[in-house]
């Protein structure tokens, strides 16, 4: 219900401002988004645990001509009949390279899903680039990837980034960008499963290496960044994603 109430907000503030919730706003006969035609404008929501992303996701799902990708958890949890997310949280060293692999794939197919010509923008939840230079360079300078891993990994990542596929093309970056106290506060507040051994210094290591691709130039950016604050308290965080969506047909034209 409170998501509800607050779309209600969300959806009139775009009325007011720019008409995005109507049915013409994303619709492909606008010729602002004629270049958008062949595929959906692509964007990654990239951020922390518990940063809100899937709130981002929820707003975003209610908008006419937007379709949203969450993280596929359940087919992690899910592979054969094993549990493989829970496998390489109780052991990462067994099984973190193997969860790795699979999550790649996985990214690479709601990529493929997400491409497909329908929707005007197609939002996904993280991207195989946040799973490489955030998630697997510090499992492997952690020492949960052995050096033969953490190679298997990366020519993975090379070889399906390196060749100009357009269904893996990014757009847009969306980073929600949150202190790890407040992430801390969240996760004990939810209590959600699969976070009950997450640390303060794990969620500070998360954020770290976010930093380093996204602020700091470590590694190569796909796509410009637009950052929100993923430290506001839920209601000022939906003022702040339905003001960023006001914006959104003027990006899309722009690509």
Request: hydrophobic residues 45%; charged residues 20%.
């Amino acid at each position: 219900m409170l998501l509800d109430g607050a779309w209600t907000w969300v959806a009139a503030a775009l009325t007011s401002l720019t008409s995005l919730t109507s049915p013409s706003s994303l619709d492909p006969s606008s010729p602002l988004l004629a270049s958008n035609l062949s595929r959906p404008f692509m964007i990654a929501v990239e951020g922390n645990i518990a940063s809100g992303k899937s709130t981002f996701l929820s707003l975003l799902s209610a908008v006419p001509g937007v379709a949203t990708y969450p993280e596929p958890v359940e087919r992690w949890r899910a592979v054969g009949g094993q549990d493989l997310f829970q496998a390489m949280m109780d052991e990462p060293l067994r099984w973190m390279h193997t969860f790795q692999l699979y999550s790649s794939l996985t990214r690479l197919e709601t990529a493929y899903a997400a491409a497909t010509p329908g929707a005007m923008a197609a939002v996904v939840e993280r991207s195989l680039y946040s799973e490489r230079y955030c998630f697997v360079q510090s499992m492997a300078e952690g020492g949960l990837l052995s050096p033969g891993e953490f190679a298997i990994l990366d020519n993975t990542f090379t070889m399906l980034t390196s060749r100009a596929d357009p269904a893996l093309h990014i757009d847009l970056i969306v980073y929600i960008e949150s202190e790890p106290e407040v992430l801390m506060r969240r996760v004990q507040g939810r209590a959600r499963e699969g976070e009950q051994g997450l640390t303060r210094e794990y969620l500070q290591e998360v954020h770290d290496r976010h930093q380093a691709w996204l602020d700091q130039g470590a590694f190569p950016l796909p796509a410009p960044v637009v950052r929100l604050n993923g430290n506001l308290e839920l209601g000022a965080f939906k003022h702040e994603v339905a003001a960023w969506l006001t914006t959104l047909p003027s990006l899309m034209a722009r690509e």
